[in-house]
């Protein structure tokens, strides 16, 4: 990309989010011209990457810090996703498990109860199931419990483990395949953009492009260059990290725990890993971090230009904290990393999944996890849970907390029928077919 080049549609970052546009972008529309620009050397390197998220697909039934309406949205974006996995019969791609959310004591047992009643007729897959069935769906669930304590666990058949990087390639792939004028920009940093003549002037470190229309699909670094041009000055980001630690053979199927009320982040889980089903894996662990992507210690200082370094955007996190009650529980998450006295506070968390568990077995993961671009709603001193999309003139842009990486194909099609409204007639939407497909 050595002189200037223009496309109809510039989508900046190929992870999940950017590869399913740009599959349903080729696939289901005739956009055509379309270039996805990555700054890494191959897709899915950053929050995608299987070693940094919790390879789940949420569909909203045993995330109990959902509520039903907003469970049932997750969920149409999840079948989407689902079937595309399952038409790929790829082994490499996604594993069919058992999801849970486990009840431990009376008070989160009954709330799992009135969930099921709730959810049932929505979520026809979902059962609630007492010691007995736990025993034998999860034997190490129950090894050494106390027979006083009450259990129980809403489990769905519908697990899935998606390692998400297969994932954005397979689309790639397939994206290639049906439109001849997509390009792939690796090793190509977005450093800046500009509207100008009714395009946009996008400055990368292997020269400009120009495009009609632009999707932002870079993490924290879309809210970054969408205040460049003067979009969601109203936020911030608070990039919260999450570590993970390993800890052997021990379950079969995703073991999640039921949520705090109020507390905006889950609780860490138990889940087998999607590239090595012999291993359980333990977090995601909740730390602010000061970074844009993890381990990436140069980002500090784009960290630096978003406005949560400022007065507004500092009283804006102290307000977060205090409402949250989140004094206690992030000093917690910050010491888990620590060398011996992190592994001795975090085997208390897992003693609730797996009571018998011993320190020697537990491993922190070092070098995984990534961070969860969380928005900060700066007028309000609120943080915006899920994620965040802000429309400008014929440009998007997409920030994707968890659980963007589920709801991967879901955003691409609301993406899609924004790409075609600013096209003005020029294009056209396939909606029925991406139904067909897909829906
Ligand atoms: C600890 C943790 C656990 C999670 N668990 C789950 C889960 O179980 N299920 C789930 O659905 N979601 C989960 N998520 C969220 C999920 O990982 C993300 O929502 C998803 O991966 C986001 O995909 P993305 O493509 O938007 O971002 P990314 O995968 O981060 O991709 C952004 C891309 O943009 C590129 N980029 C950035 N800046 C530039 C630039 N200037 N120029 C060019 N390219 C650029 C990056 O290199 C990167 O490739 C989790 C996240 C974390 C951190």
Known sequence: ???????????????????????????????????????????????SHPM??????????????YDLAHALKV????????????????????KKTHRMVLGVGAYEVEKLRKRFEDFKSSYPDLRLIGAEELKTLEPMLMKDRSLDEPVAALVSSEGYAVNYQRLAECLISDAMTINKNLELSFNTGVESIRHEHAQYMIETTKGNVRADMVVFAAGPYSLFFAQQLGYGKRFAILPVAGSFYSGGELVRGKVYRVQVEG?????????????????????PTTKPLPLMERHKYETFFDFLKLPLVSLRGIASLFKIIRQNKLVGYVA????????????FFFLKEV????????????????GAGGIRPQIVDLPTGTLQMGDATIVGDNIIFN????????????????????????????????????????G
Not at 52 to 65: C, L, P
Not at 351 to 366: A, G, H, N
């Open 332 to 343: 917690k998450n910050m010491v888990y990393d620590l060398p011996l006295i992190g592994k």
């Open 52 to 65: 940094n998220n919790a390879q789940t697909s949420h569909d909203g039934g045993t995330e109990t810090n």
């Open 75 to 94: 969920k149409a974006a999840a079948v989407m996703l689902r079937r595309y996995v399952e038409s790929k019969k790829d082994p490499l791609l996604f």
């Open 1 to 47: 990309m050595a002189e200037e080049r223009r496309y109809s549609l510039a989508i900046i970052g190929g992870g999940v989010t950017g590869a399913a546009l740009a599959y349903v972008a080729s696939r289901y529309t005739d956009i055509g011209s379309i270039v996805v620009i990555e700054k890494n050397a191959w897709v899915a390197q950053v929050n």
């Open 399 to 438: 920030t994707t907390p968890s659980p963007g990486a589920s709801i991967c194909l879901g955003n691409a099609k609301r993406d899609a029928a924004e790409l075609i409204k600013f096209g003005e007639g020029k294009y056209s939407f396939d909606v029925a077919a991406f139904e067909k497909d897909l």
């Open 263 to 283: 507390r905006p982040f889950a609780e860490i889980h138990g889940d087998p890993d999607v590239l090595n089903s012999r291993d359980t894996r333990f977090g």
């Open 351 to 366: 003693r609730v999944i797996i009571p018998s568990m011993r320190y020697s077995d537990l491993k922190l993961r070092r």
